[in-house]
Each structure stands twice: as structure tokens, then as C-alpha cells.
């Protein structure tokens, strides 16, 4: 059996040809892995957008060969690079017998340097006349069909790179991620905000809800916890005088996946001292409006067939008046927490026995209410139980300075006036690891490093949240998250 042959594995026909090919050109001395660099002095989209200024001129591309037709003693085949694709035109006699014959015995996917000249054929295309094709690289698996592409979405995701060599329009929606999140970083540097780096790695077991990834450092031999927010360590810096600060990085949570959940994802919190929730939804406002503009020259965006539209002012509704006015329920009816959960069984909504008003507030909202909120719209006044960081509202304590948006039925950012009372924080903090140990968090526990710092004193802050996947999903009209994420969380394969 050849060494290219390994008999744990079962080839393919097509697998088996190209493996022979490989061994054949070993055996000739000519390797198909080249071992040097190449220089390629343009890309296809370069020679396309400057044919004029090109035309006849010497030049190399480089790239993998998606399609190729032989006539005789000529041939065409197209060059994807990574701005895109561009024919090349390649004659027996000039590039040589000898590598005409190399140039017919290569495969679709095999990766190629072309040098030779920029011109546009008879039908209009802009083209490559080659004077020397080699081999860079062999591809040892045939690509999907031309016709069909690769369709199976569960193997997209699981070998994006193949996703991304079939599906052009895969490559675009990266590339515009990337520009999304330049923006991003733009805004917030312009305004006067600081890019820092907190930890991932957490020794505390934090959050009411959020479940965390638990690990175990040997040396210190403790149990870790990847990070489920960011939040309050930047509350640490503005403590210790960082007016401005945001991080824009991975965020892990140990829950289920859907089209609009990952188990990592990506966020960006800020945080700027001596503003509140409203300057902060604000700010919210005009990075996601100038965002959208710096990436798609427009204040509007379709999404998956609705126009949504990104121009001030977003509305500003206060939870309560939108689920009454959606449910008939009101929330300031509601004397304690039995009775709250009463109205909901009536209306056959589920509410769990430890739910207390705010939450039973939250899930009328979701039944009810957010699925109907397609253009951008601040909910703000966000009851105390759910909101156990923000500051309470001066006129009415059952309610905190907090917001959330909602755009095309589903969350976006969730911000808050920050709350800077450590002993207001404490008790709340108590509440909180209360209710995650009865969720299982048996390890959960008040951090007691950040109410020190609060002790020191936090100057009044607003902050906020905002999840990138989601708004690049917004940005880019795909439908699940595993679309912008180049490599998503997968169940692994038998």
C-alpha cells in the first residue's frame, strides 16, 4: 500500500486519484507543497477595478482553481483569491509542452501562481494571459459540486473553511464583521473612551441567572470560572479613575444554543462616569445608528424582509405601561409576589414559585410584548428584583434607571444608571446568591472585593451592554447567529 494511503481511512475515488497524482509528482522530484514564498503582486479584485491602468502589463495572481475548461491547446479556469475570483487564460505554447501537460493533470482546489498579463477578452471579461503556472499547493479533496455548492448547513458550520471556498457571499459577511466591529471601536474612541482588558478567568462564582463554565487551576489548586460579564471589573476602574472604559471581547455562558444563542459570544461593555441611563441610551443610539452607516452607507438596514430604520429619536416605553397596554395587566396593581404570580396562571402564562413581581413583570413582557418591537425601541424602568446593579428610580424605589433595546422582536443592549451604594449593593448582591444557589450554584458567592471598592466611592455611572453577534446578524441580514460566527459551538460528531 503507497504511504499516501492510509487503510484506517476509506477514500474516496476521487480522494484515491488525486492522492496518486500527489505521489507521482513526489516521485518526479517536483513537490506539490512549495517550499518558498510566492510573490503575488495583485488580487483579483485590484486587476478587475484597474483593468484600464493594467492592461498589458506583467503581473502574478495567486489562488485556488475553481473552474477550468480544456479546449485543446488552450484553456480557462477561474482563480478565487481572497478579493474574489478572475479568469486566466492558459495556451500550450505559452507556458510550454511540458507544463500544459502539468497544467491539465491539476485538480479543481489546487492552489496555483499565475504570472503573465492583464487584458479583457472578445466577451468582456477581465482575464490573466499566463506565461507560467505552478503548483503551491495540492488539494486532496474534491470540492462540493459547482452547480450546488455545499448545502448541508450542519457541515458549513462544522468545516467553515470549506464553507467559505464554495460560498463567496460567506466570506463577504466576515469581512463586513470585521469592518463592524473597526466601527465600533472607532466610535468609542473618538469618544474619549479607554479600551482595556479584564479577566476571563474568574474565582468567583457571580450572576443570578447566567451559569458559568467552571475549570480548575492545579497550581493553585481552585476552582475557576470563565467570565459570564465584564462589568464589574470595569466598575473597578472608574472607581479608580478611568472615566471611559470598554471592553469589546468573548463572554462565556454555560446555557443552551438557538438561532440567536452561542455559548461564547461577543459583547462590548461601557461605562462612563457622571452620566446617567438616559445619556447612556444616548450613546447607545448614535453608535449603532453611525455604525450601520460606516458599514452599509445607510441609517436603515433590511432584516430578513423588514426595513428597520436606525434615524433618532428610538422611543423611550416604560415596561409596565407596554404590558399593560398590550395585556390589560397592571404591574402597580400587584400587592406582593403571590398575587403577581396568581395574574399570570390566570392568563396562562408560566410563572415559577420563587418568581417575585419583577419578574413576573419580565415575563409578561416576553409573552406579550417583545416580538412586536420591530423598529428600535429603549424599554426602560426595569423593576428592582430583576435589576440587582442599577440604581432605583428617586420617585419610585420599586423601579431602577435601567433600559433595554429591542429591535426585530429580540434584545440588543441593557443598560443601566450603575447602582453606587455598596450597602443598597450588598443586600442586594445577598438576594442574588440566593437565588443562584437554589438554581444549583452551590458555590456561588457575594464578591466582596468589588463592594470594597464601592466603598471607596463610584461616581455616578451609566453603563452598558450590547451583544456584537447580534447586531452584526442585524447588519448583515443573516438569520442565525452560527452565521456570523466563524467557528460556532457544535455538538461533536460521532
Known sequence: ???????????????????????????????????????????????????????????????????RRIMGKAAFAHILDAQGRIQAYIKRDDIGEEAYQAFKNFDLGDILGIRGTAF????????????????????????????????????RYRQRYLDMIVNPQVRDTFIKRSKIINAIRQFCDSRGFLEVDTPILHTLEIGAAARPFKTHHNTLDIDMYLRVETELYLKRLVVGGFDRVYELGRIFRNEGMSPKHNPEFTSIEMY?????????????????????????????????????????PWPRVSMAELVKQESGIDFFDWQDDAQAREALRQRGVPAAPHYTRGDCLAELFDHYVEAKLIQPTF????????????????????LTERFELFIVGAEFANGFSELNDPI???QRFERQVAERIKMGGANASVDEDYLNALAYGLPPTGGIGIGIDRLIMLLTDSASIRDVLLFPTMKPQD
Request: negative net charge; proline residues 4%; glycine residues 4%.
Open 1 to 67: 500500500m503507497p504511504e499516501h494511503f492510509d487503510q484506517a481511512q476509506d477514500f474516496s475515488e476521487q480522494e484515491q486519484i488525486r492522492r496518486l497524482k500527489l505521489q507521482e509528482l513526489e516521485s518526479q522530484g517536483s513537490s506539490p507543497y512549495r517550499h518558498t514564498s510566492y510573490d503575488r503582486s495583485h488580487y483579483s479584485r485590484q486587476i478587475v477595478e484597474n483593468i484600464q491602468a493594467l492592461d498589458g502589463q506583467e503581473l502574478s495572481i495567486a489562488g485556488r482553481m475553481m473552474t
Open 424 to 426: 443598597d449593593q450588598r
Open 120 to 155: 479583457t477578452t472578445r466577451t468582456g471579461e477581465v482575464s490573466v494571459h499566463a506565461r507560467e503556472v505552478v503548483l503551491l499547493s495540492k488539494c486532496l479533496k474534491p470540492l462540493p459540486d459547482k452547480w450546488h455548492g455545499l448545502q448541508d448547513v450542519d457541515l
Open 272 to 312: 462612563q462616569a457622571y452620566a446617567d441611563y438616559e445619556d447612556i441610551m444616548s450613546l447607545c443610539e448614535d453608535l449603532i445608528r453611525e455604525t450601520a452607516i460606516a458599514v452599509n452607507g445607510s441609517a436603515k438596514a433590511v432584516y430578513q424582509g423588514q426595513e428597520v430604520d436606525f434615524s433618532s
Open 379 to 398: 424599554i426602560v424602568d426595569y423593576p428592582v428584583e430583576i435589576s440587582p446593579l442599577a440604581k432605583r428610580k428617586a420617585d419610585d424605589p420599586r
